[in-house]
């Protein structure tokens, strides 16, 4: 074809502008051009580039425009990949209720065990030898 449709070969973010350019081989390059996507026309602009504001997974297709007198470009498939995954909230620093509640049922078990333990060494160390 003698028209040329310019358009990103990398998948577009999600949320990102994305300028399309109808372009005829031969100048004059800024001519009026139509703007077609999956096989209907989106819009015809004066000076054959046209911006899709914030893309969404709903602008993927196969575009291609058309110039009067000049032709039609060859078909280009315009790909949208999704946002990038932001983090969830931050995570509390307080431990959540049940390990509290294990921890103090383990110190309220092993302390005593450890006092009668150290008592009954102090105790069998200090017997009367006979």
Do not use: N
């Not at 109808?22 to 077609?36: G, I, V, W």
């Not at 993927?60 to 969830?88: A, M, Q």
């Amino acid at each position: 074809g003698s028209v040329i449709l310019q358009s990103p070969v990398l998948p577009v973010m999600e949320g990102h502008d994305v300028t399309l350019h109808c372009k005829p081989k031969t100048p004059p390059s800024d001519l009026p051009a139509a703007f077609y996507k999956d096989g209907s026309l989106i819009s015809t602009e004066p000076t054959g580039h046209m911006t899709i504001h914030h893309v969404s997974k709903s602008d993927e297709g196969l575009y291609k425009c058309l110039i009067s007198r000049h032709g039609e470009s060859p078909p280009s498939w315009i790909s949208v990949s999704g946002k990038p995954k932001t983090t969830g909230p931050p995570r509390s620093t307080a431990p959540p209720l049940q390990l509290v509640f294990r921890l103090v049922c383990h110190l309220v078990v092993f302390c005593p065990y450890c006092i009668s333990t150290v008592l009954m060494v102090s105790l069998y160390r200090h017997r009367p030898t006979g």
